[in-house]
């Protein structure tokens, strides 16, 4: 399986003046654990995740260096913690060495790239522009619906099946494309991801089966999960 057939799509992105805050709320809003940075162009600069946000000054979980480890880090490391503890917009918390793929980068290869740089989604890049994410909940997902049969790629009917489903759904004001993730076998469509309320999930559901080609739909769905 290639990337482009189990990644969520469109993603939550912000911006490199955006304030900590704002980025924190984006967060808990859309129940997601990362954050891809673009510039005004919307090509990638940058990650910001949880993780860079857990060392901060203003909620008192700044680390504690002993003196000796002080006297090694150079006075350059030592300023970029301060930057990223202090900092109040996303550049200065932001990851900028981001580990990347493309739409058409096999499972296999993602699946290296989370375990060899220890992060847990990998930000989809198409002409440099942020177009997914793959995630090890993705790859979990993907997993699910091999059953004994991993080799088993989607055919090209099935790839078109997910697409036709997605562009329908982005045009619908009462769901966010973004907190789903799709993966069609066989004619099936699968869903998992977020959704905000019970009438959602049904609308999903319906608009799925109302997909021409499409044999059944399997809902995954889940008001608390989080996508990425």
């Known amino acids: ?35 891809p940075v673009v510039d005004e162009e919307d090509r990638l600069v940058g990650i910001v995740s949880e993780g860079d946000l857990i060392q901060r000054d203003e909620i008192g979980t700044l680390p504690h260096r002993s003196w000796w480890l002080s006297a090694l880090g150079t006075k350059a ?61 993705n790859l979990l997902q993907a997993l699910a619906l091999q059953r004994g049969a991993a080799e088993d790629t989607p055919s090209v009917e099935d790839r078109a099946l997910r697409e036709r489903f997605l562009e329908t759904v982005k045009q619908e004001p009462w769901t966010t494309a973004a907190h789903l993730n799709v993966i069609v076998k066989q004619g099936v469509l699968y869903l998992w991801g977020q959704v905000n309320s019970e009438k959602e999930r049904q609308a999903l559901v319906l608009a799925a089966k109302e997909t021409p080609g499409v044999k059944d739909v399997v809902d995954h769905t889940d008001r608390s999960v989080t996508v990425y």
Not at 1 to 18: C, F, N, Q, Y
Not at 20 to 28: A, F, G, P, S, Y
Not at 101 to 113: F, G, N, Y
């Open 1 to 35: 399986m290639l990337a482009r057939e189990v990644m969520t799509s469109p993603v939550v992105t912000t911006t490199a003046d955006s304030p900590i805050t704002d980025i924190v709320d984006l967060m808990l809003a859309h129940h997601i654990s990362a954050l």
């Open 77 to 137: 490391q030592l300023a970029e913690e301060f930057i990223k503890s202090h900092g109040t917009s996303a550049s200065s918390v932001m990851t900028v060495e981001v580990a990347t793929a493309s739409p058409d980068t096999p499972l296999a290869e993602i699946a290296e790239i989370l375990e060899r740089k220890r992060v847990k989604r990998v930000p989809i890049l198409q002409d440099g522009k942020v177009v997914g994410i793959v995630s090890r909940a």
